[in-house]
C-alpha cells in the first residue's frame, strides 16, 4: 500500500484504512486481531475505530491488537453517539467530550489518539463549545489532530471558520459515506474539502457490502451478511433502488474485463478519485480483508473508469449545474 499526505497536516497515511465497526460483533477477538496484523504487514499504518461500535468493545479489541505497536500507527476513534442512559451521555457537549475521550483512551490501552473525530453534527450543542473542547484536548496532547463526520457542507464550513476567527485547532479531516452507489458528496462538500485541504476518509465504499456483486436483484438478501441479517435491513435497503442495481451490474462487467473481482473494481474507482485520502475497508474476516486490500498496487483501464463513473452518474440539481454549464 502507498502512503499519502493526511490533508494539509505532517502526517501520511496508508492509501486504505482499516475500519473496525466489525470487531466485536461479526469478527470475535481472534479474527480481529489477525485483520489487524494482516493490514499492517500489507503495509497499511492507519486504523478507525468509534466509542461506539460494539458498545466500546472495538476500541477495546483494537487496542490490544496494537500492543507493541502503538507508534507505528494512525490510530482515529469518534465520540458523539449514546454511550449511556443519561440525558449527558451523547452529543458534543463539553462533558460528553472530556468523558467519552477519557474513556476511549482508557479501553484503547492508549494515552493519546491520532484523530478525534466528531461522529456527526449535534444540533443541540454550539459549535463553539464542542470546537473549544476539542482545541483542549489537542493542548492537552490528548489528541493530535481533530476531524468531523457526517457534516453538511455548511456546518463543516462554518466549523472552519469559527476555528480560524478563534485561533483554534481546525478539523483536518472529513469521514463521509461515499461509493459508487453514494456519490452526494461530490455536490458541495468534496469541493469544500480540496478546496481547505482537508483529508478525506470515506465510509462504506463497497456500500455495506452491496459493490462485492453478492447480492442479485429480486432475490431474498443472504443470511449472514450485513444486508441479510434482520437488524440491518432497514439501514441497509434503502441503498437498494434502481440506479444501485444499475451501478452492481457495471461494476460486476468492469471487474470481468479488468480480471479483479467487483469489490477491488468499487474500493480502487473509490481511492482513486480526486480528493479522496483513504477509504475505510470493513470486513469480516481475513479472506475479505485480502481481497479488499488487492484493491491497491494497479491501474483500471481509463475507458473502464469512465464507464463506472457515466453508470452511477447522477443529477446534481441547482445551483451546481447552473455553475457547472455557466461557462460552458
Ligand atoms: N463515520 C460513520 O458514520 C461510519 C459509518 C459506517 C462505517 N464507518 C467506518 O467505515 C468502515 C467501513 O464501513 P463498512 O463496513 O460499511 O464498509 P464497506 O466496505 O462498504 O462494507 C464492508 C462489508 O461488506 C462486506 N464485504 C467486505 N468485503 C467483501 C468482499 N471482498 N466480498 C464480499 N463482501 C465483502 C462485509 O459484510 P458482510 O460479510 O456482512 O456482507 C463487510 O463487513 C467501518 O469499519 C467504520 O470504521 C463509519
Known amino acids: 500500500m502507498e502512503l499519502r499526505p493526511f490533508g494539509r497536516t505532517g502526517i501520511k497515511v496508508s492509501e486504505l484504512c482499516l475500519g473496525t465497526m466489525t470487531f466485536g460483533n461479526e469478527a470475535d477477538e481472534a479474527t480481529s486481531k489477525a485483520m489487524v496484523d494482516?493490514?499492517?504487514?500489507?503495509?497499511?499504518?492507519?486504523?478507525d475505530t468509534a466509542d461506539v461500535y460494539s458498545a466500546g468493545i472495538s476500541e477495546e479489541i483494537t487496542g490490544r491488537a496494537l500492543k507493541g505497536r502503538r507508534d507505528d500507527v494512525i490510530l482515529a476513534t469518534k465520540v458523539r453517539f449514546r454511550m449511556g442512559p443519561g440525558p449527558n451521555d451523547i452529543?458534543?457537549?463539553?462533558?460528553?467530550?472530556?468523558?467519552?475521550?477519557?474513556?476511549?483512551?482508557?479501553?484503547?490501552?492508549?494515552?493519546?489518539?491520532?484523530?478525534?473525530?466528531?461522529?456527526?453534527?449535534?444540533?443541540r450543542t454550539p459549535l463553539e463549545e464542542s470546537l473549544a473542547t476539542l482545541n483542549d484536548l489537542v493542548?492537552?496532547?490528548?489528541?493530535?489532530?481533530?476531524?468531523?463526520?457526517?457534516?453538511?457542507?455548511?456546518?463543516?464550513?462554518?466549523?472552519?471558520?469559527?476555528?480560524?476567527?478563534?485561533?483554534?485547532?481546525?478539523f483536518v479531516s472529513l469521514q463521509p459515506e461515499y461509493s459508487l452507489i453514494t456519490r452526494d458528496i461530490e455536490r458541495e462538500l468534496l469541493p469544500l474539502c480540496i478546496d481547505a485541504g482537508l483529508a478525506v476518509l470515506?465510509?462504506?465504499?463497497?456500500?455495506?457490502?452491496?459493490?462485492?456483486?453478492?447480492?442479485?436483484k429480486d432475490a431474498p438478501l443472504e443470511r449472514g451478511t450485513r444486508g441479510g441479517d434482520t437488524e440491518n435491513e432497514i439501514t441497509f435497503t434503502y441503498r437498494l433502488d434502481d440506479r444501485a442495481w444499475k451501478v452492481v451490474e457495471a461494476v460486476v462487467d468492469v471487474a470481468q474485463k479488468a480480471g479483479k473481482t467487483p469489490a477491488q473494481v468499487a474500493l480502487n474507482w473509490v481511492l482513486t478519485r480526486p480528493g479522496i485520502t483513504s477509504p475505510i475497508i470493513g470486513?469480516?474476516?481475513?479472506?475479505q480483508l485480502d481481497?479488499?486490500?488487492?484493491?491497491?498496487?494497479?491501474?483500471?483501464?481509463?475507458?473502464?473508469?469512465?464507464?463506472?463513473t457515466w453508470a452511477s452518474a447522477f443529477r446534481k440539481g441547482y445551483p451546481y449545474e447552473f455553475i457547472e454549464y455557466a461557462d460552458a
Not at 488487492?294 to 475507458?303: N, S, V
Request: net charge neutral; with cysteine.
Open 283 to 287: 470486513a469480516r474476516n481475513l479472506e
Open 202 to 216: 470515506p465510509w462504506s465504499p463497497l456500500a455495506g457490502g452491496i459493490l462485492s456483486g453478492k447480492y442479485q
Open 91 to 123: 452529543g458534543l457537549s463539553r462533558k460528553h467530550i472530556q468523558l467519552g475521550i477519557e474513556a476511549s483512551l482508557r479501553r484503547l490501552g492508549t494515552d493519546y489518539v491520532d484523530l478525534y473525530q466528531v461522529h456527526c453534527w449535534d444540533p
Open 291 to 308: 481481497a479488499n486490500i488487492g484493491a491497491t498496487g494497479w491501474e483500471l483501464d481509463p475507458e473502464l473508469g469512465k464507464s463506472l
Open 139 to 170: 493542548r492537552e496532547g490528548k489528541v493530535r489532530y481533530i476531524g468531523c463526520s457526517n457534516f453538511a457542507a455548511w456546518q463543516l464550513a462554518k466549523a472552519l471558520g469559527i476555528s480560524a476567527l478563534k485561533d483554534w485547532e481546525p
Open 38 to 47: 494482516r493490514f499492517l504487514d500489507a503495509g497499511g499504518n492507519f486504523v
